[in-house]
């Protein structure tokens, strides 16, 4: 098999990525080749610090990825950090590849010693094809993984889903927990977004979503909480994920949901009373119906 392939991390299979992967297969589909991804489970920082988690785990990105026409395979940083940038290349020229399509700043290999000028290079006598690509903008900002990890942190989520193309997205499991939310008269589904992989989490605070069970075609407006329970000064060190769906009636126990996040509507706050914490919580609901009658 003769394959045309692009390689990366792909974290949030964003604007600047799907340019990337479209050009892969026009070129695939120009050259008479098989367009193939491969795709690194997680960045190098989580390896070499300051990481804060995946915008998407890489089963959602390979599934993208793949729903675009691609064969995919997904490899981990440590398995192929210690390869030479020439092993690296060789490897890619067993398994058949005969174009490469990358970024400008592409690097590869032991200590990232492979780069676009040595893909060039290599070229002609190994047989293969290199599609350069320069960096993507949005205006005069750059669209990377980085801007948009910075903008979820930020609770900035329409700017990243405006850099992502379409809405970031959470799921995971719904889990049994103290019922806080049933106690107050706002049933939430405590999930757990990391089930599978160390995704990041937002800015601490209340979002308006939409979503509900995966794979289930019935979607609900909802509000997201998300933060540590100050209120309860529960002393938790690992954020709490909680979603209330608007008119939704029926058992989320250890069912996977999946959300797409639309809004931020305000930070965290640690209430004085749990009466207080409601009147908030109804404040919330009452601005959630209220955009969502404006975006219906």
Not at 30 to 45: C, D, E, S, V, W
Not at 58 to 74: A, H, L, W
Not at 79 to 108: P, R, S, W
Not at 122 to 150: A, G, P, W
């Given at each position: 098999m003769n394959?045309?392939?692009?390689?990366?991390t792909?974290?949030?299979?964003?604007?600047?990525?799907?340019?990337?992967?479209?050009?892969?297969?026009?070129?695939?589909?120009?050259?008479?080749?098989i367009?193939?991804?491969?795709?690194?489970?997680?960045p190098?920082?989580?390896?070499?610090?300051?990481?804060?988690?995946?915008?998407?785990?890489?089963?959602?990105?390979?599934?993208?990825?793949?729903?675009?026409?691609f064969?995919?395979?997904?490899?981990?940083?440590?398995?192929?950090?210690?390869?030479?940038?020439?092993?690296?290349?060789?490897?890619?020229?067993k398994?058949?590849?005969?174009a490469?399509?990358?970024?400008?700043?592409?690097?590869?290999?032991?200590?990232?010693?492979?780069?676009?000028?040595?893909?060039?290079?290599?070229?002609?006598?190994?047989?293969?094809?290199?599609?350069?690509?320069?960096?993507?903008?949005?205006?005069?900002t750059?669209?990377?993984?980085?801007?948009?990890?910075?903008?979820l942190l930020?609770?900035k989520?329409?700017?990243?889903?405006?850099?992502?193309?379409r809405?970031?997205?959470?799921?995971?499991?719904v889990?049994?927990d103290?019922h806080?939310?049933?106690?107050?008269?706002?049933?939430?589904?405590?999930?757990?977004?990391?089930?599978?992989?160390?995704?990041i989490?937002?800015h601490?605070?209340?979002?308006?979503?939409?979503?509900?069970?995966?794979?289930?075609s019935?979607?609900y407006y909802?509000?997201?909480?998300?933060?540590?329970?100050?209120?309860?000064?529960?002393?938790?060190?690992?954020?709490?994920?909680?979603?209330?769906?608007?008119?939704?009636?029926?058992?989320?126990?250890?069912?996977?949901?999946?959300v797409?996040?639309?809004?931020?509507?305000?930070d965290?706050?640690?209430?004085?009373s749990?009466?207080?914490l409601?009147?908030?919580?109804?404040k919330?609901?009452?601005?959630?119906?209220k955009?969502?009658n404006?975006?219906?």
């Amino acid at each position: 098999m003769n394959y045309a392939v692009t390689i990366g991390t792909f974290d949030g299979v964003h604007k600047g990525h799907q340019i990337i992967l479209k050009k892969t297969l026009e070129v695939a589909k120009k050259n008479n080749l098989i367009p193939k991804a491969y795709i690194m489970k997680y960045p190098a920082t989580k390896y070499f610090g300051n990481f804060k988690g995946v915008i998407l785990p890489s089963y959602e990105r390979e599934k993208i990825i793949q729903n675009m026409g691609f064969e995919t395979e997904v490899f981990e940083l440590p398995n192929v950090i210690h390869i030479t940038h020439g092993e690296y290349l060789n490897f890619l020229l067993k398994e058949g590849m005969k174009a490469i399509v990358c970024g400008e700043d592409f690097t590869f290999g032991k200590e990232r010693k492979g780069d676009v000028s040595y893909l060039l290079a290599e070229q002609h006598k190994n047989n293969y094809y290199v599609e350069v690509l320069k960096d993507i903008k949005t205006s005069e900002t750059r669209i990377s993984s980085t801007f948009i990890r910075r903008a979820l942190l930020s609770g900035k989520i329409e700017e990243a889903n405006n850099l992502l193309g379409r809405n970031w997205i959470l799921e995971g499991p719904v889990y049994e927990d103290r019922h806080i939310g049933f106690k107050l008269g706002f049933p939430t589904a405590n999930i757990d977004i990391r089930y599978k992989e160390e995704v990041i989490y937002p800015h601490y605070g209340v979002y308006l979503v939409k979503g509900g069970v995966k794979d289930s075609s019935y979607k609900y407006y909802g509000l997201m909480s998300i933060g540590l329970r100050p209120t309860f000064n529960e002393k938790i060190t690992e954020p709490k994920v909680e979603v209330y769906f608007l008119d939704y009636f029926g058992d989320l126990y250890n069912k996977i949901i999946k959300v797409e996040v639309l809004k931020f509507l305000r930070d965290e706050i640690k209430f004085n009373s749990k009466q207080e914490l409601i009147n908030q919580m109804i404040k919330d609901e009452d601005n959630a119906r209220k955009i969502i009658n404006k975006i219906r």
